[in-house]
C-alpha cells in the first residue's frame, strides 16, 4: 500500500503548531520591575524632542518637588549614568550681593545627585538624603549647573541590595566654568515595606 505523505506533512505541521502554541513565553516582567517610576517617565520623554523633553521633565519633576518648581531648577540631562542641570540667576534665588543663594546651590547639587539615584532605585524602595556636605569655596558668577554621576558598581548595587548607601558624585560650576563649592551628597536607599516587629 502507497505511503500516504499528505497525511504525514498535515500531522507534522499540526504537531509543529502544537508546540508553538505551549512553548512558554519569556516574561520580562521582573527586569521592567527594576526600572524606577522615574526612568521609565524619561524612557518615555525620550520619545520627544529635546527642548520639550526637558521642559516636560522639569514641570513634572518640579510638581512633585515644589522647591525645585519654586527655585527654577530645569534638567537639561537624564539618563541612569548622569544628571545635567542648570540654575538661572534671577531674584527669587538671589542673596543680598545678586549671587545665587547659598541654600539655592544646595538644592541643586542635591536634586542632581538625587535624581541620578532617582533614575535606578526601584520602586519598592525609598531614595534618601542621608548627609550633605557643602563647602562655599567663592562667590558664584551667574547661572550655574549641577553635573551628578553614578558609576555601574553603584547602580549594580542599588539593584542588588534592598537596603543600602553611597556618596553620588556631584559638581556645581557657574558661568565662569569655575566651581563655587565642593558637595558631598550621601544617599541611602530602604525597603518601602515596613518590617514587622517579632
Not at 527654577?72 to 527669587?92: C, I, T, W
Not at 549594580?156 to 551628597?185: F, H, N, W, Y
Request: proline letters at 5%; hydrophobic letters at 40%.
Amino acid at each position: 500500500m502507497p505511503e500516504n505523505r499528505t497525511s504525514k506533512s498535515s500531522n507534522s505541521r499540526s504537531h509543529d503548531r502544537k508546540i508553538l502554541r505551549t512553548t512558554p513565553v519569556i516574561d520580562h516582567s521582573d527586569r521592567m520591575q527594576t526600572k524606577s517610576s522615574l526612568n521609565r517617565t524619561v524612557t518615555k520623554l525620550n520619545r520627544t524632542q529635546p527642548w520639550l523633553r526637558w521642559w516636560l521633565l522639569s514641570w513634572a519633576f518640579g510638581r512633585t518637588v515644589r522647591f525645585v518648581h519654586t527655585a527654577g531648577v530645569r534638567f537639561e540631562y537624564l539618563s541612569e549614568e548622569r544628571a545635567l542641570l542648570h540654575l538661572p540667576n534671577r531674584k527669587p534665588v538671589q542673596n543680598h550681593i545678586g549671587s545665587v543663594h547659598a541654600a539655592a546651590i544646595a538644592l541643586l547639587a542635591e536634586t542632581a545627585s538625587g535624581a541620578v539615584l532617582g533614575m535606578n532605585v526601584p520602586d519598592d524602595r525609598v531614595p534618601l538624603l542621608k548627609s550633605m556636605q557643602v563647602e562655599y569655596l567663592k562667590r558664584a558668577k551667574g547661572d550655574l549647573r549641577a553635573e551628578a554621576s553614578l558609576d555601574s558598581a553603584t547602580r549594580a548595587r542599588i539593584l542588588r541590595e534592598e537596603k543600602g548607601e553611597a556618596v553620588v558624585a556631584v559638581r556645581v560650576t557657574d558661568e565662569s566654568g569655575e566651581q563655587p563649592v565642593q558637595c558631598r551628597m550621601l544617599w541611602a536607599w530602604v525597603s518601602k515595606q515596613r518590617r514587622q516587629p517579632a
